[in-house]
């Protein structure tokens, strides 16, 4: 085993797509040039990395096209709208991080993208309670039109629209992690994109995919524990999480206790749809693991965070 420091990067939306509803595929490509040329800067720094991103907009978009279509072709299936989604963004990436890498001197590490399937309990109670935003953003008249027409749950999503959401089950097991686990010391892995395509066991113990997203900040350190990771390192569009975000009093977190993110929780700090989760997902690995580390900062800052000299650490000691 290598003993260098290892780091489960999660990629947030802003990370793989301009904030255009009407991105294309090359646009999206265009802005994962950009993020791969920071990802290149950890490599450099001889972190070893695996990759997890988010697929929110992408899936919405990939179900909406499907939808569109549907006098000519069938519909396709949530979890495979979500396995499509993992094999363009990743390969979006893989692409886009070659040749980051290559610039840096490191074009000889391997990069794949595994299609992974993630566990889920079939009674979890994300089922009847849909948070996961997916898609583009909507007014709130065309929100009301689509509850109307087409019986979707919309909900605001912190001020910036309205979005459909989806169920969003905890991860259990990530089925492929062996596999992530051979390949982690010789390859940069993107693996739970989207959060992994969430499947449920059978009564015939078969695996069957459920119409859910997994948040991919879960996904994140769930993959952390099962590989060892070091560091939890979560990108967003923030250099650190705040108190008050947006207000007058906003106020930046830099090193935060348990007991402190626990406390901010309770006061209703964090947004649901976006910051809450990233929290939570943290909390979860520094308690299990006291002794290692969970970032949240934005992806600028990812090296300057890594090296202690901003973002937001959350402590377990």
Same mark, same amino acid.
């Given at each position: ?7 489960? $990067? ?73 396995? =499509?989604?993992?094999?363009? $963004?990743?390969?979006? &990436? ?9 610039? @840096? ?6 990069? /794949?993208?595994?299609?992974?399937? /993630? ?14 935003? !997916? ?18 749950? =919309? ?16 991860? $259990?097991?990530?089925?492929? &992690? ?9 390859? &940069? /892995? @993107? /693996?739970?994109?989207?959060?992994? $395509? ?15 997203? !997994?948040?991919?900040? %879960? ?25 008050? %975000? ?9 090193? *935060? ?12 700090? %964090?947004?649901?749809?976006? =910051? ?8 979860? %690995? *520094? ?31």
């Amino acid at each position: 085993m290598s003993d260098l420091t290892k780091v489960v $990067i999660a990629l947030g939306g802003n990370a793989l797509q301009s904030k255009d509803s009407d991105a294309t595929a090359e646009s999206q490509l265009e802005t994962v040039k950009k993020t791969c040329k920071h990802i290149a800067e950890i490599v450099r720094q001889k972190y070893e990395i695996a990759i997890v991103h988010g697929n929110g907009p992408q899936v919405g978009r990939i179900l909406l096209t499907s939808e569109t279509a549907a006098e000519i072709t069938p519909v396709m299936p949530f979890d495979v709208c979500g396995a =499509m989604s993992q094999g363009y $963004i990743g390969y979006h &990436i893989q692409q886009s991080l070659k040749k980051a890498n290559a610039e @840096i001197g490191r074009a000889d590490i391997p990069i /794949v993208t595994l299609v992974t399937q /993630v566990l889920v309990d079939k009674d979890d109670p994300g089922f009847s309670n849909p948070t996961k935003p !997916i898609g583009k953003y909507y007014t709130k008249g065309e929100a009301d039109e689509l509850v109307k027409t087409k019986g979707y749950t =919309m909900k605001e999503d912190a001020g910036r629209g309205w979005r459909r959401v989806v169920a969003s089950p905890k991860p $259990i097991e990530i089925l492929e &992690i062996d596999t992530v686990r051979r390949l982690w010391d010789s390859t &940069i /892995v @993107i /693996v739970c994109g989207g959060g992994g $395509i969430p499947v449920i066991r059978t009564d015939h113990n078969e695996v069957q995919g459920v119409p859910a997203v !997994i948040d991919k900040d %879960f996904a994140a350190e769930k993959l952390a524990e099962e590989t060892d990771a070091n560091i939890l390192l979560i990108l967003t569009e923030v250099e650190k999480v705040c108190l008050n %975000f947006g207000k007058p009093d906003q106020k930046e977190l830099t090193n *935060v206790s348990i007991a402190e993110a626990e406390e901010y929780i309770a006061q209703g700090h %964090f947004a649901p749809g976006s =910051m809450l989760p990233k929290v939570e997902a943290c909390l979860t %690995f *520094v308690k299990k693991y006291p002794d290692r580390k969970a970032i949240i900062t934005s992806l600028d800052k990812a090296v300057e965070a890594l090296n202690g000299e901003t973002g937001t650490v959350f402590l377990g000691q």
